[in-house]
């Protein structure tokens, strides 16, 4: 019988069906916050690094504790070179900015997978990225928001605020090349990726019309 060989999309499918609150269960255990995580693709190994930068430790999967309550504010960013699935914590890294030709179609990725935790709600000053008449993932004014702006809130103190294609560099970024790879810089910490979540204009133009309430009234009514 051959064994089977696990691939980039089921990676991706578990963490967003268990394995980003298993992620967060980690976070949850450790004495120092963590700024991102990595999964192995083939086997499944977890490895998170401090927001500090130091002291990386790694658990293998039969070692990983029991899904926590939510998966927090865990965003898988992408697929790195070394074929690991990259998870940031928009909690610990509280302000994050994406650099692309199209950074609102990432957005749209990270926004859909913080929607997995019902306490989140979503607010931009983005219509390109927001779901029409959404209490969850909104589109509004943000007071001093010259740039394009995502704030990210589950009531848990500070908000987290994700700027795309900032004037301003800060510490904290993910730079995407035109061939969808692209490079994570977490303060001194960074990972090259091969590849980007992301939603393309016509997923998401069919994605939001099925999500927008609005839809749902029309269509009853």
Known sequence: MTEHTVTVPETVR??????????????ARQPNPIAAYTVSVDTGAVTAYPDAGAGATTFEVEDLPPPADSARRLVVVGITTATAALVVD????????INADHP????RAWAMQLMLNPDI???????????????????????????????????RPPLTTVTLNPVT?????????????????????FWQLREVLRIDDNTWSALSATLDPRMAEDTIS
């Open 169 to 189: 560099e800060g510490v904290n970024h993910l730079d995407v090349l035109s061939d969808d790879s692209a490079e994570c810089y977490l303060g001194a910490q």
């Open 121 to 155: 709600t979503v607010t931009t000053n983005s219509a390109a990225t927001a779901i029409g008449g959404s209490d969850r993932y909104r589109h509004t004014f943000i007071p001093g928001g010259g740039a394009t702006l995502l704030n990210i809130d589950d009531a």
């Open 14 to 27: 578990w963490l967003h069906e268990e394995g980003l609150r298993r992620l967060a269960g980690i976070g």
């Open 104 to 107: 609102e179609q990432l957005a």
């Open 90 to 97: 928009l909690a610990t890294v509280f302000q994050m900015a």
